[in-house]
């Protein structure tokens, strides 16, 4: 197999498999990306002369047949290979000899796998976006069922004051929400071409970096050739960050469940068939999956801060340590589109047992309460708080939905405005389908070019 730098040498067998052997086995995940990376250069070097109309229209039927067979079948490089670069390169070839040796100019391998990381980056993005809507809006849901369930608020582990079922959900979707702001923010950055920046440095020819952005669907381009090659891994650390934030949204949820579930607290139950078992205690029914669900949350946080440190203190210009981001990237868009769809899941089989809600609302919730009722008919807050401290023994507990609608102030469980989150949570995903239907029409332009 003919290695694009190949110079007449062979390599030792143990560099090879240490340089290139993990890499060759994650560049199936690109195949799709590298070709349509592929397909808008060499339309380019047609349109800038470089390949003759002939050319081009030779080329380009046999990148769509590629793609069809990534796309069905996958493209896997072989080790000695390297890459998907060298693959897809030598496939050309094969199939039109010189013509094939063409579609290099005025690229490299660096600008190749930086375009096809943000076209992958891209293609995921919407679909994380969609799965965390589709948790947030499961979490309103289950808010607005249960919004006037009582239960205790808790500070330091211990109960504090009076909350509900409906402002402990909602809070949850209103934190994913939060997190697509960083996501959006995120996609906007990878949202950039740096194809045309070649190794780092351009290339001395009339590269049409513009309509190459235009045909990948790209909003931009990456300006400076020199930024586009210094990005790699620092824009993937980027979105791994996001996702590393939704990771502990979710895992405060699922904490929160574990502990609701148990027998102690009796607040929460899920359905059997979410649950796991014990090989030894017959009566075992273990939520698993959130438990996996906490230590995957680590998991991204390590992914991140590995992807930071492989990065930090390069020298300007491409160093094969950035290879080594490829797979927390990976992994880490695997791992939370899975713990987003778990999570959904979850809510929809979760059920409440409001007489044990109501049960721990023991009057101790309502001090600051008592507290608060003195200060607003004039007495110093400080002194009121000394009062209500020195005779909760006395304290007794209120109505429970009376209590709830007196925090009607803005985001209080008295005025969660349920209805007006649905409606954030429907525009998101319409934004989101925005892009993604933009960006696949772009593409889908590309594939389908013809003539001149």
């Keep these: 197999m003919t290695k694009l730098w190949a110079k007449g040498y062979t390599s030792a067998e143990a560099v090879e498999s240490y340089e290139a052997g993990h890499n060759a086995n994650l560049d199936k995940e690109l195949a799709g990306c590298d070709i349509l990376g592929t397909m808008a250069h060499c339309r380019m070097l047609y349109s800038i002369g470089i390949l003759s109309y002939d050319e081009w229209s030779l080329l380009h039927p046999v990148l769509q047949t590629l793609l069809t067979e990534a796309e069905t079948k996958g493209l896997a490089p072989q080790q000695a290979e390297e890459d998907i670069h060298t693959l897809i390169e030598n496939r050309l070839t094969q199939a039109l000899g010189p013509i094939g040796e063409k579609i290099h100019t005025g690229r490299s391998r660096n600008d190749q796998v930086l375009t096809d990381l943000r076209l992958y980056t891209k293609e ?6 969609t799965a965390a809507l589709n948790a947030a809006a499961a979490f309103a849901n289950f808010a607005q069922t249960y919004e006037w369930v009582a239960m205790p608020g808790y500070t330091h582990m211990q109960r504090a004051m ?29 949202d950039q071409s740096p194809l045309g920046s070649a190794a780092a440095y351009g290339a001395p020819l009339p590269l049409d970096r513009a309509l190459t952005a235009k045909l990948l669907g790209f909003s931009a381009i990456s300006h400076n050739t020199l930024t586009a090659a210094n990005s790699r891994g620092k824009f993937e650390a980027a979105v791994t960050q996001c996702l590393a934030l939704i990771m502990v949204d979710l895992s405060k949820f699922a904490q929160d469940l574990l502990i609701f579930t148990t027998k102690e607290f009796g607040f929460m139950s899920v359905d059997e068939e979410l649950c796991s078992g014990s090989s030894i205690m017959p009566q075992k ?14 998991i991204v946080i390590a992914y991140q801060s590995a992807m930071l440190g492989i990065v930090s203190g390069l020298p300007s210009g491409y160093n094969m340590d950035y290879q080594e981001t490829k797979a927390p990237l990976f992994e880490s868009l695997r791992i939370c589109a899975e713990s987003l769809d778990v ?76 209805d007006t989150l649905i409606v954030r949570i429907d525009e998101q995903k319409a934004k989101w389908a925005e892009k993604q239907t933009a960006f696949t029409n772009a593409i889908s332009a590309l594939v389908a070019l013809t003539g001149k």
Aim: hydrophobic share 45%; aromatic share 6%; proline share 3%.
């Design 162 to 190: 009076l909350s509900s079922v409906g402002l402990w959900a909602a809070s949850f979707a209103e934190a994913l929400l939060d997190d697509l702001l960083m996501l959006e923010a995120a996609y906007t950055v990878t």
């Design 343 to 418: 999570v959904t899941l979850f809510m929809k089989h979760t059920h409440i047992y409001e007489q044990n809600l109501a049960a721990a609302c023991e009057p101790n919730l309502f001090a600051a309460d008592r507290a608060l009722e003195m200060a607003m008919k004039g007495a110093p807050f400080r002194s009121a708080y000394r009062e209500v401290a020195a005779h909760l023994d006395s304290e007794t507990t209120d109505d429970l939905t009376t209590a709830l609608k007196k925090r009607s102030h803005i985001g209080g469980p008295g005025a969660l405005e349920l």
């Design 124 to 129: 995921r993005l919407p679909e994380i976006a």
């Design 285 to 298: 029914k273990n939520l698993g999956a959130l438990e996996v669900l906490r230590a995957r949350t680590h």
